[in-house]
Nanobody, 114 residues
Framework: QVQLVESGGGLVQPGGSLRLSCAAS????????MGWYRQAPGKQRILVAI???????NYADSVKGRFTISRDNAKNTLSLQMNSLKPEDTAVYYC????????WGQGTQVTVSS
């Protein structure tokens, strides 16, 4: 059973930064395209950043230029550096495999507010 554990969220002022981390157990991440998703209150979960097994990266337009996804295959982790945060980035953030997804973790809450 694969378990995903997200961490690093918190309360930050607009313009601030956070770095999210995702640790996986039960599987290695390196063969898979991995993504960061977010779900704002009352909205559907959406993909915000994805990194392929070969390192190709894509971002949702809403976060392009502000967020950076990366992976550390040696540590079996996925990260999301979030800069210039906006109130509309407020959401619970999750990591997961692209395609047929593993069970979702508990996510990490990011709140951007003054």
């Amino acid at each position: 059973q694969v378990q995903l554990v997200e961490s690093g969220g918190g309360l930050v002022q607009p313009g601030g930064s956070l770095r999210l981390s995702c640790a996986a157990s039960g599987s290695i991440l390196s063969p898979y395209a991995m993504g960061w998703y977010r779900q704002a209150p009352g909205k559907q979960r959406i993909l915000v950043a994805i990194i392929s097994s070969g390192g190709d990266i894509n971002y949702a337009d809403s976060v392009k230029g502000r967020f950076t996804i990366s992976r550390d295959n040696a540590k079996n982790t996925l990260s999301l550096q979030m800069n210039s945060l906006k109130p509309e980035d407020t959401a619970v953030y999750y990591c997961n495999k692209n395609g047929v997804r593993w069970p979702w973790g508990q996510g990490t809450q990011v709140t951007v507010s003054s």
